[in-house]
């Protein structure tokens, strides 16, 4: 079959279409034909393995020299191959989507996928708006919903709001029944307030931290505020969600990247500041895409693809996400 394969670090010229063995389905996984894939901004921190501490603490997904995995990608929607011993509920021809997150393998034909990780299709959606959901979506929902704990009739800041996590989160947020504020550049204004933002902030003009409004829950998704900065702008009883981030800074490694930020918030939040509540870790669920895809049926929440790229052109299309700051969500459809 035909693969993204990559074997060091390094910048998208790395990436490499190559022909490799077709996986099989083992004991509790499902053998997917993908026929989309999403990138993600972890597809390019893997990719570079920046920033560079993240290859001594995490070494599920980051090797010394190289990635753990081949393959890159995680996100992806396509059609049941095959099921291993065990599964129940899914059978050929079946279309799914999911997250193979640290197992990687979705810039390719095929992908093996634990069940556990994968859900039904959304009804109406394209491969590609299917593929552009798991893991932004995913991460909105436990950034929303169970770590802010957003209720209706509050006031919700997102900072990176025209982001693939953003995006989601803006309608998330609305869903709830939440005021929602987006922080984003000129060029994306109008998108974020399509979604269903209530205020749009153009950070190029006003500094958000600076405006006096206050926030029940603000939602950091991009790293380039201070920790007292973004305290700052919360009420008395306002939590502070942080989500990774961090641009590439036009490829120039970085050794704590965002990882500086989430270390200082986990400290202050296990030193007992309740405001602080880091959001380290989302594993995909099947549990999680059923509860997605109630929403994308409902019409509540809407996939927003920038752009589209054949498989072929894997290494522009990350690059892209990368260098060129997409907004929303960058997708490589699979022949």
Not at 132 to 137: D, F, S
Not at 273 to 297: F, G
């Amino acid at each position: 079959m035909k693969a993204i394969v990559q074997e060091r670090y390094g910048s998208a010229d790395t990436l490499e279409l190559r022909e490799i063995e077709r996986p099989v389905a083992g004991d509790g996984e499902v053998l997917v034909r993908v026929r989309a894939a999403a990138v993600n901004a972890r597809d390019w921190h893997i990719m570079r393995g920046d920033p560079r501490l993240a290859r001594y603490t995490m070494p599920a997904m980051f090797g010394r020299s190289g990635p753990r995995q081949r393959v890159r990608g995680s996100d992806f929607a396509g059609v049941v191959e095959a099921v291993g011993a065990g599964v129940t509920g899914y059978e050929p021809g079946d279309e799914v989507y999911g997250d193979l997150r640290e197992d990687d393998g979705a810039f390719a034909q095929y992908a093996r996928v634990p069940v556990a990780w994968i859900g039904h299709k959304p009804a109406g959606l394209t491969f590609e708006q299917a593929a552009a959901v798991p893991l932004a979506a995913t991460t909105a929902l436990a950034a929303l919903r169970d770590a802010g704990k957003v209720k209706a009739g509050e006031h919700v800041l997102i900072n990176g709001a025209s982001g693939g996590v953003g995006t989601f989160a803006v309608q998330l947020a609305k869903a709830y029944g939440a005021t929602v504020t987006g922080v984003c550049s000129t060029r994306n204004a109008e998108l974020v307030a399509e979604l269903g933002a209530d205020h749009v902030v153009d950070y190029t003009r006003e500094d958000f931290t600076r405006g006096g409004r206050r926030y029940d829950v603000v939602l950091d998704l991009v790293a380039n505020r201070s920790l007292g900065e973004l305290r700052s702008v919360l009420t008395e009883h306002g939590r502070l969600v942080m989500s990774g981030g961090g641009t590439s800074g036009g490829g120039r490694p970085s050794y704590f990247g965002p990882m500086a930020l989430t270390i200082r918030a986990t400290l202050a939040a296990k030193m007992g500041d309740r405001r602080v509540v880091p959001l380290l870790n989302v594993p995909p669920s099947a549990q999680s895409l059923a509860t997605l895809r109630e929403h994308l049926e409902a019409g509540e929440i809407t996939p927003a693809v920038d752009r589209t790229f054949p498989l072929e052109r894997a290494a522009e299309a990350v690059r892209y996400l990368e260098i060129e700051h997409a907004r929303a969500k960058v997708v490589i459809s699979v022949a």
